[in-house]
């Protein structure tokens, strides 16, 4: 790479929330540093890849993408893998694909800028892969946002619960939190930028700790919502065992705070869950929804399911199918347990086949279908304020969010004209399993 080329790359993104943001201040950095982001491989001199391994055969896809990009080698372009799959194959992806010069996982994004000097110095085998080693967060200073409503800051970065199914703290490196004097800094100048709802984000947001020791997460979810100008807060992902009742009780104060808690699962069986380290039992984790059912605001509940995890038995499936009916869920997603490298379970007996993995999702899901209609049945003749997202003209509708994070499709009367990031009043005429329709009330 020539320091004296116009320097442009193109960047590709898989995976979660996490990822869609890394990506957002990998930009931000680039530019910075004097790239001009492209749209095709074509145009680009440097090709990053933002990769995902929370699930299947994750490594392969990237070894099978990149080898698309061997073609491109030829014309002197210079090709990156960052993300978790980079983490997770460090080295051993320059010995199975020996055009890529960039190895980095998202703990080592600060260091960008020194890498891509090295690159442009002609270096073959850059690599940033610190790993569980590292102390530091990725500042975000130069992040460039692509949804221009929602802005997403990442309050905490890494995991350090190590449940046995999962990839995220060997990829993601150990938790670091940010001080809640930087986050309420970056929320400040989004509401500059003109943004309304902030998306704070985390492998895990309670465990957040203030550095300073300045605030708690509650506190710091109450602080920002008394910032003006923001109009919702919303933040994922939580876990059950760090989740404190003084969160609820944030949400039942502060207007601001969406009415959503997305609260994973993962199984509805003490002994599943005891197998995958969850740390809690269902008893426990039916004690938080408790509290979030007994707010006074209406609050939604979301979750992650995983079925077929090693060893779970019928009795054991069905004991998540009753959770499930129990805390009767607005939405989850649903997985088939799928081996990765490093973690425990990858060693564990009993692996279910994949075939009944497969009868197990189409159930839950099935299940859900039928839990997420008659939760969505409740909010019909109600008025609910929504955040225009975007207008479907195919169906000459309008399409926006709930607090509850639901999506509404709605109709305006003729010749109304919305604009995208503003609120407007809905009231719901029809419920759908994922979705809710209504029409313009004001
Ligand atoms: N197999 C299946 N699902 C997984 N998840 C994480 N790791 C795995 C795995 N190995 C799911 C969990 C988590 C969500 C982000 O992805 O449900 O909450
Ligand atoms: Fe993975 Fe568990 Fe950490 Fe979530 S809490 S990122 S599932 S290890």
New binding site residues.
Partial sequence: MSETADKTFYLETFG?QMNAHDSEKVVGTLVQQGYRQVPTVEEAGLVLYNTCS??DKAEQKVFNRLSDYKKYKAQGKTFGVLGCVAQQEGEKIFERAPYVSLVCGSASYNKLPQMLVQLEGGAQRVTGLDDRLTDECFETEFTARTNPHRGYITIIEGCDKFCA??VVPYTRGKERSRSSASVLGEARQLVDLGYTEIQLLGQNVNSFRDPEGKKTFAELLGTLAEIAGIRRVRFTTSHPRDFGRDIVDVIDAMPVLCNHVHL?V?SGSTRVLDAMQRLYTREEYLDRIGWIKGARRDISITS???VGFPGETEREFEETLSLMDVVGYDSVFT????A?PNTPALGMEDAIPDAEKARRLAVVNERQKAIGTARNQRHVGQVLEVMVEAKNAARGQWVGRTSQIKVMNFTVPAGVELAAGSYVQVRVTGSFPNSLAGELAS
Avoid: G, T, V
């Fill in positions: 979660c929370i699930r199914y999962c994973p993962q992650d399911l995983i997985f088939k347990y799928s990765r």
